[in-house]
Nanobody, 127 residues
Framework: QVQLVESGGGLVQAGGSLRLSCAAS????????TAWFRQAPGKEREFVVG????????SVWDSVKGRFTISRDNAKNTVYLQMNSLKPEDTAVYYC????????????????????WGQGTQVTVSS
């Protein structure tokens, strides 16, 4: 079992930066591929970035490529999302998720692929 708690959200002006953290409890977290999703009002939850369990493979959605970076510190059971050059369209609730699935080829991007979810943290970008 893995429990996830996000933090670091807030209000920021367009062009600014935020760093989200996802703190995990559970023995299996360091062996779990992890991702960040987001959900804006009236929209479906969407994949943003993901990282495999060892941290040597990532997947980044086109809309945030070059601006968002995911990383992890398994010794601290924490995954990070560094968000730079934020835009108003990045406004959403951001969720951390972990999966029991393993792939040697890709990072999972579907919401149904993930077994554990945090409660979410609000990110608001003003124009």
């Amino acid at each position: 079992q893995v429990q996830l708690v996000e933090s670091g959200g807030g209000l920021v002006q367009a062009g600014g930066s935020l760093r989200l953290s996802c703190a995990a409890s559970g023995r299996t977290f360091s062996a779990s591929d992890t991702a960040w999703f987001r959900q804006a009002p009236g929209k479906e939850r969407e994949f943003v970035v993901g990282i495999n369990w060892s941290g040597d493979r990532t997947s980044v959605w086109d809309s945030v490529k070059g601006r968002f970076t995911i990383s992890r510190d398994n010794a601290k059971n924490t995954v990070y999302l560094q968000m730079n050059s934020l835009k108003p369209e990045d406004t959403a609730v951001y969720y951390c998720a972990a999966t029991r699935l393993r792939s040697s080829i890709h990072v999972y991007i579907g919401t149904s692929d993930y077994d554990y979810w945090g409660q979410g943290t609000q990110v608001t970008v003003s124009s």
